[in-house]
């Protein structure tokens, strides 16, 4: 399988950002996908995970109300829309299949760095 995130960049307090994954190498829409961040010097983080259908979404306390998943299983593609975004967002974020997440980052995208700063 192939995940390539995209889409991060550095941005101030308050701003918004939105994250892509662009999946190959299996049925995309056959699969609940996951995004998973980590703060430098931290471990990595669950943060949002989606059903195969796009039909069910799950938020970390963290980003409850801030950040949006969605999916495009026509373009094999999810995403992970941010507003608001604190300090504490800064990190490397990572798309994986959800049956996968527990795995590691072997079977993880190579992340995509967000950092809020002023």
């Known amino acids: 399988i192939q995940l390539v995130e995209s889409g991060g960049g550095m941005v101030q307090p308050g701003g918004s950002l939105r994250l892509s994954c662009a999946a190959s190498?299996?049925?995309?829409?056959?699969?609940?996908m996951t995004w998973v961040r980590q703060a430098p010097g931290k471990g990595p983080v669950w943060i949002s995970q989606?059903?195969?259908?796009?039909?069910?979404?799950y938020y970390a306390d963290a980003v409850k109300g801030r950040f949006t998943i969605s999916r495009d299983n026509a373009k094999n593609t999810l995403y992970l829309q941010m507003h608001s975004l604190k300090p504490e967002d800064t990190a490397l974020y990572f798309c994986?299949?959800?049956?996968?997440?527990?795995?590691?980052?072997?079977?993880w995208g190579q992340g995509t760095q967000v950092t809020v700063s002023s």
């Open positions: 994986a299949r959800t049956v996968d997440y527990g795995l590691g980052p072997g079977q």
């Open positions: 190498g299996f049925t995309f829409d056959s699969y609940g």
């Open positions: 989606i059903d195969s259908g796009g039909d069910r979404t």
